[in-house]
Every structure is written in structure tokens, then in C-alpha cells.
């Protein structure tokens, strides 16, 4: 019997110790707390207002019908509404449609005040968006356990909602580093300079693993990139920004080769060794890397995987320049160089496969012939015009369907009169 006693005791101590928990974090918060108390009779009104502020809530307000209690929720901000279900000119069912309609339930937790022969408008109300509901008459324990609960749900969604928002703005900021990451356009100085180059980078997501760049290399030489991580996000981005660190430093190595195409391939392999270190997600990169001799037209280039750029000419066919296997996947691969001789008024465009696989509402990819024919399209444009065309034509085929990769379009022109 003692045994059972001690039990009974303990259970006690337990339950007035969550009490006095509860108490303290309602006092603790309540200070800071609004609830709007909606009822038509004005004694239950008065009522559950005494309570609350006797559980520590600061600020009480009090409609008498569900227009009042509409019009006070669209002026103010409210943390808890507490809805009688019975009411002229609005009930609790109308005012919950209205504010279900206004979008304004998932920042708002709504308790319905109903008498216990009601119970079947309780659960038409919680259909409707309602949180939960307290009985008539007015129960101080039920009242501080349903107070409680309902305002630590309040705070955990409003600390995750601040957590999101915290997180857009900062992808936000890094998505405008990533695209800062992209060189201004590149026009043709004089004749010792005739190359013009335009670029774009739309990332699917707020940063992507799309990388675009172009620069000067060495005397009479310029270096112009595209390549394409595996994943998307931003472990992608985190990988995309490793490797293009990793190409800056690397072209130095380009000056130290004897010739062109040792050059090229000293970088692509310099690269391919960086990205396999450290790579616990086994990402991996698709890239083309190529560097024109912007005296004589040759273009000197190393494809690792990546989608076949196009070389553009009057008369002819858009022609595909082909490579092997990406960077990232093994140290040992041997990448091996090509060369191509531009004409005046020839062009390259360099492209990621967010534009190829654009998917339409029929889920049918854009596809490499498209492309093509969309390049034969505008045989004389320099390579701004080439760059706005392929994505106007890559939205147009979309027709709204959402971007689902990132997309990247670099064109570059040797002597192209712009």
C-alpha cells in the first residue's frame, strides 16, 4: 500500500511539475503575445479574457461577431484567435473560409470555442482549417495546456519560417556571387583583337554548378571555358567554384608548354587531378577548354565529356567538336587535345546540357538537332545575337514548363563584323 502511495505521490509531483512548466513558459512568452477572443456573448468574452491575462498574455482583444473579428485580423496581427462557432451576420465556418481563401491560416492558429453538443461543427471547423478546440464552460487546465501547446507550435513555425528566410537570403547572395563569377562581355579591341564573346548563366535552382569564363592567356591568346557539375544546388556550386579557382591557377601551366596542345591538355589534367582530391560526393564535371590564337584563327581544345560545342560558318553546317571522359572521375585519364583553323567571320558556341534536355509541357527534350538547325538559323550573327536566339528559342519550346538545370551559353566570334 505504501508502494502505491510513493507511486501515487510521484505521478503528483510529476504533473504539478509540467504544470508549473507550462506556467512559466506562457509567463515567459505571454509578453509578447496577442490573442483575439471572438464570441457574441459577452460574458464568455469577459471570461476568457481574465483567464488569459491571468496566464500572462499582454494584449486581449475582443470581437463580437465574425465581421468584426475578419476586419481586426486584416488591421492587426494577431498570434491566436479564439472562434466561438455560433454567431449572427458571420459564423466560425465563414470567418474560416475567409481567411482559408486569404491565405492567412498557416501563419495564424485558430481554436474554436464550442459547447459540447457541438461537436460535429468542431470537426466541420477543424476541416476547414481550424488548429483545435476548447469546450464551454471554460476549463483553467485545459485552457493553459491547449494556450501552451499552441503557442510553442506558433514559435517552432515561426523560428523555422525566419530559418528559411535567413536561408533564401543568404542563396540569394550567393547566387549573385556565382553569377558575378561570369566575365563581361568581351568585344574586339582593334586588329590585333578581333574577338567578341558573350555569355549566359541561368541556374535552375538560386546556384547551380554551371562555370563560364574567358580571359586573356599569354600574348595573343585567349582562353574561354563552359563546364557542367554533375549535381545541382549548392554542393554543386561549392564543386563549381573549386574548379574554376583550380583553371585560374592552372593556366599558368599553358605558358610553360612548348606548344599550344601540350598547353591545353597540361590544364585539363591539372584540373582532373584537383577535382578527384577531396570528392567524398563522387561529383564530377563535364568541361571544354579551349584556347584561340587570335592572330591566325586556330583554336586549340581539350573536350572532357562535355556536349559538343558547334562550330558556326556561312554556307555550312553547324560542325560538332567531340571530346572524352569528364573530369573528377579518375586521375589517371590521359585527355587529349584537338584543333580546329577559324575563318573570318566563324563562330563557337558552347553550351551546357541545360539547354539540350529543356523539357516542353510533353515532356520531350529540346534535343541536339534543334539546336543545331536553330544555329543554321542566324548564319551571320555575332555572337550576342547567337546567344539571345538559342534562348529564346530553348523558352519558347519550354512554353512555361519549368527550367529543371541549369543553362549556360557561351559564343564566341573571330573576326565577325558585329
Given at each position: 500500500?505504501?508502494?502505491?502511495?510513493e507511486?501515487?505521490?510521484?505521478?503528483?509531483?510529476?504533473?504539478?511539475?509540467?504544470?508549473?512548466?507550462?506556467?512559466?513558459?506562457?509567463a515567459?512568452?505571454?509578453?509578447?503575445?496577442?490573442?483575439?477572443?471572438?464570441?457574441?456573448?459577452?460574458?464568455?468574452?469577459?471570461l476568457?479574457r481574465?483567464?488569459?491575462?491571468?496566464?500572462?498574455?499582454?494584449?486581449?482583444?475582443?470581437?463580437?461577431?465574425?465581421?468584426?473579428?475578419?476586419?481586426?485580423?486584416?488591421a492587426?496581427?494577431?498570434?491566436?484567435?479564439?472562434?466561438?462557432?455560433?454567431?449572427?451576420?458571420?459564423?466560425?465556418y465563414?470567418?474560416?473560409?475567409?481567411?482559408?481563401?486569404?491565405?492567412?491560416?498557416?501563419?495564424?492558429?485558430?481554436?474554436?470555442?464550442?459547447?459540447?453538443?457541438e461537436?460535429?461543427?468542431?470537426?466541420?471547423?477543424?476541416?476547414?482549417?481550424?488548429?483545435d478546440?476548447?469546450?464551454?464552460?471554460?476549463?483553467p487546465t485545459?485552457?493553459?495546456?491547449?494556450?501552451?501547446?499552441?503557442?510553442?507550435?506558433?514559435?517552432?513555425?515561426?523560428?523555422?519560417?525566419?530559418n528559411?528566410?535567413?536561408l533564401?537570403?543568404d542563396?540569394?547572395?550567393?547566387?549573385?556571387?556565382?553569377?558575378?563569377?561570369?566575365?563581361?562581355?568581351?568585344?574586339?579591341?582593334?586588329?590585333?583583337?578581333?574577338?567578341g564573346?558573350?555569355?549566359?548563366l541561368?541556374?535552375?535552382?538560386?546556384?547551380?554548378?554551371?562555370?563560364?569564363?574567358?580571359?586573356?592567356?599569354?600574348?595573343?591568346?585567349?582562353?574561354f571555358?563552359?563546364?557542367?557539375v554533375?549535381g545541382?544546388?549548392?554542393?554543386a556550386?561549392?564543386?563549381?567554384?573549386?574548379?574554376?579557382?583550380?583553371?585560374?591557377?592552372?593556366?599558368?601551366?599553358?605558358?610553360?608548354?612548348?606548344?599550344?596542345?601540350?598547353?591545353?591538355?597540361?590544364?585539363?589534367?591539372?584540373?582532373?587531378?584537383?577535382?578527384?582530391?577531396?570528392?567524398?560526393?563522387?561529383?564530377?564535371l563535364t568541361?571544354?577548354?579551349?584556347?584561340?590564337?587570335?592572330?591566325?584563327?586556330?583554336?586549340?581544345?581539350?573536350?572532357?565529356?562535355?556536349?559538343?560545342?558547334?562550330?558556326?560558318?556561312?554556307?555550312?553546317?553547324?560542325?560538332?567538336?567531340?571530346?572524352?571522359?569528364?573530369?573528377?572521375?579518375?586521375?589517371?585519364?590521359?585527355?587529349?587535345?584537338?584543333?580546329i583553323?577559324?575563318?573570318?567571320?566563324?563562330?563557337?558556341?558552347?553550351?551546357?546540357?541545360?539547354?539540350?534536355?529543356a523539357?516542353n509541357?510533353?515532356?520531350?527534350?529540346?534535343?541536339?538537332?534543334k539546336l543545331?538547325?536553330?544555329?543554321?538559323?542566324?548564319?551571320?550573327?555575332?555572337?550576342?545575337?547567337?546567344?539571345?536566339?538559342?534562348?529564346?528559342?530553348?523558352?519558347?519550346?519550354?512554353?512555361?514548363?519549368?527550367q529543371?538545370?541549369?543553362?549556360?551559353?557561351?559564343?564566341?566570334?573571330?573576326?565577325?563584323?558585329?
Amino acid at each position: 500500500m505504501s508502494e502505491i502511495r510513493e507511486r501515487s505521490a510521484g505521478a503528483s509531483e510529476r504533473r504539478a511539475a509540467s504544470e508549473e512548466q507550462r506556467r512559466q513558459a506562457i509567463a515567459r512568452i505571454g509578453g509578447n503575445v496577442s490573442v483575439l477572443v471572438v464570441d457574441d456573448h459577452p460574458d464568455n468574452r469577459d471570461l476568457l479574457r481574465r483567464r488569459l491575462e491571468r496566464l500572462g498574455i499582454a494584449r486581449v482583444e475582443m470581437a463580437v461577431d465574425g465581421v468584426e473579428a475578419v476586419d481586426m485580423i486584416r488591421a492587426d496581427s494577431f498570434d491566436l484567435v479564439f472562434l466561438d462557432v455560433m454567431m449572427p451576420n458571420m459564423n466560425g465556418y465563414e470567418v474560416l473560409e475567409r481567411l482559408r481563401d486569404e491565405n492567412r491560416l498557416a501563419d495564424l492558429p485558430v481554436v474554436m470555442i464550442s459547447a459540447l453538443t457541438e461537436m460535429d461543427s468542431v470537426v466541420r471547423c477543424i476541416d476547414l482549417g481550424a488548429e483545435d478546440y476548447l469546450a464551454k464552460p471554460f476549463n483553467p487546465t485545459l485552457l493553459r495546456a491547449r494556450l501552451y501547446a499552441l503557442l510553442e507550435k506558433k514559435r517552432l513555425r515561426d523560428a523555422v519560417r525566419e530559418n528559411l528566410r535567413r536561408l533564401e537570403s543568404d542563396l540569394e547572395a550567393a547566387r549573385s556571387s556565382q553569377l558575378g563569377m561570369v566575365p563581361p562581355a568581351m568585344d574586339p579591341r582593334d586588329g590585333e583583337w578581333p574577338v567578341g564573346i558573350r555569355a549566359l548563366l541561368e541556374p535552375a535552382r538560386q546556384v547551380g554548378g554551371d562555370l563560364i569564363d574567358f580571359f586573356a592567356l599569354g600574348a595573343g591568346h585567349c582562353c574561354f571555358l563552359l563546364g557542367d557539375v554533375s549535381g545541382k544546388g549548392p554542393a554543386a556550386a561549392l564543386f563549381m567554384a573549386r574548379a574554376w579557382g583550380t583553371l585560374r591557377s592552372a593556366a599558368p601551366l599553358w605558358a610553360e608548354r612548348s606548344d599550344d596542345e601540350s598547353g591545353v591538355v597540361a590544364m585539363m589534367e591539372a584540373v582532373n587531378t584537383r577535382m578527384c582530391e577531396a570528392n567524398p560526393s563522387f561529383e564530377f564535371l563535364t568541361l571544354f577548354l579551349g584556347v584561340l590564337d587570335v592572330a591566325t584563327g586556330r583554336v586549340v581544345f581539350a573536350n572532357a565529356g562535355h556536349p559538343p560545342p558547334y562550330r558556326i560558318r556561312h554556307g555550312e553546317a553547324p560542325l560538332p567538336l567531340v571530346g572524352g571522359m569528364p573530369v573528377g572521375i579518375d586521375d589517371r585519364v590521359r585527355h587529349l587535345s584537338g584543333t580546329i583553323d577559324l575563318a573570318p567571320g566563324d563562330r563557337i558556341v558552347v553550351y551546357s546540357d541545360g539547354v539540350t534536355e529543356a523539357m516542353n509541357t510533353a515532356k520531350e527534350f529540346y534535343g541536339d538537332d534543334k539546336l543545331a538547325d536553330v544555329l543554321a538559323e542566324v548564319p551571320d550573327a555575332d555572337p550576342e545575337t547567337l546567344v539571345a536566339h538559342v534562348r529564346r528559342s530553348v523558352a519558347e519550346f519550354a512554353a512555361g514548363e519549368e527550367q529543371s538545370d541549369d543553362i549556360a551559353i557561351l559564343a564566341l566570334g573571330w573576326k565577325v563584323v558585329e
